[in-house]
Protein backbone atom coordinates (compact mmCIF):
# COMPACT_ATOMS: atom_id res chain seq x y z
CA UNK A 1 0.00 0.00 0.00
CA UNK A 2 1.52 3.07 -1.14
CA UNK A 3 0.60 6.42 0.66
CA UNK A 4 0.90 9.85 -0.72
CA UNK A 5 0.83 13.16 1.17
CA UNK A 6 1.04 16.55 -0.29
CA UNK A 7 2.46 19.87 0.90
CA UNK A 8 3.10 23.17 0.48
CA UNK A 9 0.27 24.38 -1.41
CA UNK A 10 -1.05 28.07 0.25
CA UNK A 11 -1.95 31.24 -1.12
CA UNK A 12 0.23 33.27 -3.61
CA UNK A 13 -0.11 36.56 -5.98
CA UNK A 14 -0.21 36.04 -9.35
CA UNK A 15 3.03 36.34 -10.86
CA UNK A 16 4.49 34.18 -7.31
CA UNK A 17 5.97 31.20 -6.86
CA UNK A 18 4.76 27.74 -4.81
CA UNK A 19 6.44 24.25 -4.19
CA UNK A 20 4.81 21.29 -4.11
CA UNK A 21 5.74 18.15 -2.45
CA UNK A 22 4.62 14.63 -2.26
CA UNK A 23 6.19 12.56 0.02
CA UNK A 24 5.62 8.55 -1.01
CA UNK A 25 6.02 6.04 1.74
CA UNK A 26 5.22 1.95 1.22
CA UNK A 27 6.38 0.77 -2.06
CA UNK A 28 9.13 0.83 -5.19
CA UNK A 29 9.31 3.81 -6.92
CA UNK A 30 6.18 4.89 -9.24
CA UNK A 31 5.76 7.08 -11.83
CA UNK A 32 3.87 10.20 -10.10
CA UNK A 33 1.55 12.74 -11.80
CA UNK A 34 0.07 15.86 -10.69
CA UNK A 35 -3.30 16.76 -11.54
CA UNK A 36 -5.49 19.65 -10.10
CA UNK A 37 -8.87 20.21 -9.70
CA UNK A 38 -10.19 24.04 -10.10
CA UNK A 39 -13.75 25.02 -7.93
CA UNK A 40 -16.41 23.44 -9.80
CA UNK A 41 -14.65 21.85 -12.60
CA UNK A 42 -13.31 18.74 -13.50
CA UNK A 43 -9.60 17.08 -12.64
CA UNK A 44 -7.08 17.87 -15.33
CA UNK A 45 -3.50 16.56 -15.89
CA UNK A 46 -0.88 19.15 -14.81
CA UNK A 47 2.39 17.17 -15.09
CA UNK A 48 4.36 13.62 -14.28
CA UNK A 49 7.29 12.40 -14.34
CA UNK A 50 9.23 8.96 -14.86
CA UNK A 51 9.77 6.35 -12.17
CA UNK A 52 13.58 7.13 -12.52
CA UNK A 53 12.64 11.09 -13.58
CA UNK A 54 14.42 10.70 -16.83
CA UNK A 55 10.92 11.66 -18.39
CA UNK A 56 8.94 14.57 -17.56
CA UNK A 57 5.53 15.79 -19.14
CA UNK A 58 3.35 18.60 -18.80
CA UNK A 59 0.03 20.37 -20.02
CA UNK A 60 0.28 23.00 -22.56
CA UNK A 61 -1.01 25.32 -19.96
CA UNK A 62 1.66 24.78 -17.33
CA UNK A 63 4.58 24.12 -20.04
CA UNK A 64 7.73 26.88 -19.32
CA UNK A 65 5.80 28.05 -16.16
CA UNK A 66 6.34 24.53 -13.75
CA UNK A 67 8.49 22.03 -13.22
CA UNK A 68 8.70 18.56 -11.72
CA UNK A 69 11.28 16.58 -10.35
CA UNK A 70 11.89 13.55 -7.75
CA UNK A 71 14.74 12.81 -5.49
CA UNK A 72 14.63 9.27 -5.00
CA UNK A 73 16.26 8.97 -2.15
CA UNK A 74 13.94 10.76 -0.17
CA UNK A 75 10.89 9.17 -1.95
CA UNK A 76 9.49 12.74 -2.71
CA UNK A 77 8.54 14.48 -5.95
CA UNK A 78 8.20 18.10 -6.27
CA UNK A 79 6.03 20.76 -8.42
CA UNK A 80 7.71 24.19 -8.11
CA UNK A 81 5.11 26.53 -9.69
CA UNK A 82 6.45 30.10 -11.16
CA UNK A 83 4.80 33.06 -12.71
CA UNK A 84 1.68 31.99 -11.57
CA UNK A 85 -1.78 32.88 -12.50
CA UNK A 86 -5.35 33.23 -10.89
CA UNK A 87 -6.37 30.70 -12.97
CA UNK A 88 -4.08 27.84 -11.57
CA UNK A 89 -6.26 28.18 -8.62
CA UNK A 90 -7.37 24.35 -7.45
CA UNK A 91 -6.78 21.47 -5.10
CA UNK A 92 -3.85 20.08 -6.24
CA UNK A 93 -3.77 16.05 -6.09
CA UNK A 94 -0.54 13.79 -6.54
CA UNK A 95 -0.62 10.40 -7.63
CA UNK A 96 1.46 7.10 -8.30
CA UNK A 97 1.40 4.70 -11.00
CA UNK A 98 2.86 1.43 -11.52
CA UNK A 99 2.55 2.00 -15.31
CA UNK A 100 4.92 4.46 -17.18
CA UNK A 101 2.75 4.89 -19.59
CA UNK A 102 -0.51 7.22 -20.21
CA UNK A 103 0.35 9.54 -17.60
CA UNK A 104 -1.46 12.33 -18.77
CA UNK A 105 -4.69 9.73 -17.39
CA UNK A 106 -6.18 10.47 -13.85
CA UNK A 107 -7.96 6.94 -13.78
CA UNK A 108 -4.84 4.31 -14.50
CA UNK A 109 -3.39 6.03 -11.59
CA UNK A 110 -3.24 3.66 -8.21
CA UNK A 111 -2.77 5.61 -5.47
CA UNK A 112 -3.69 9.30 -4.59
CA UNK A 113 -2.97 11.52 -2.26
CA UNK A 114 -5.66 14.01 0.00
CA UNK A 115 -4.41 16.85 -1.60
CA UNK A 116 -2.97 20.64 -0.98
CA UNK A 117 -5.09 23.65 -1.76
CA UNK A 118 -3.63 26.53 -4.03
CA UNK A 119 -4.89 29.91 -4.48
CA UNK A 120 -3.79 32.64 -6.76
CA UNK A 121 -4.77 36.53 -5.77
CA UNK A 122 -4.58 38.81 -8.82
Known amino acids: QVQLVESGGGLAQAGGSLRLSCAASGGTPYAIGWFRQPPGQDREFVAA????????YYADYVKGRFTISRDNAKNTVFLQMNTLKPEDTADYFCAASRESYNLRIYYLYDYWGQGTQVTVSS
Open 49 to 56: ISKSGDST
